[in-house]
């Protein structure tokens, strides 16, 4: 499943970034509502667990009346940042929107669900535009 938002969002420190629209539709192991930030991973079929690829592309700057700092965004799985997954980027003035990236593995045992979100994990407002979030399902 890819998911997508193109127009600038303003995403407060420790909030997620909201989805606008699916590119490619998932399956039944990969679930999400449009306009919401949370993606539902399932750990279906006879396997002892299901193994999931995240990747995101995102360009991020700071909001207006922001001071200078870096920004700070990651995966989260259950609420919880996945540290191997964090993304810095210290632009040098307000509005000065720089590239991220960032991919990971996540596995679900069977019979489980997980909720990823893409979080602000930083201190400021941050503005997300053009961003990408890709899942797929590969064990």
Not at 16 to 27: D, K, V
Not at 46 to 54: E, G, T
């Amino acid at each position: 499943m890819e998911l997508i938002t193109n127009q600038v969002q303003t995403v407060s420190a420790d909030s997620s970034i909201l989805y606008q629209a699916a590119t490619s539709s998932g399956n039944q192991s990969i679930l999400w509502r449009i306009g919401s930030g949370i993606i539902t991973l399932r750990g279906l079929g006879p396997q002892s667990r299901a193994r999931f690829r995240l990747s995101a592309h995102l360009n991020v700057a700071l909001s207006e009346g922001a001071e200078v700092a870096p920004i700070e965004v990651s995966f989260a799985v259950n609420g919880e940042s996945i540290g191997t997954t964090r993304m810095v980027s210290t632009p040098a003035a307000v509005g000065e929107f720089n590239n991220i990236g960032t991919s990971s593995f996540i596995d679900v045992a069977s019979g489980c669900c997980t909720e990823i979100t893409l979080k602000n994990i930083g201190t400021t407002d941050i503005d997300v535009e053009n961003v990408t979030v890709t899942v797929e399902r590969v064990a």
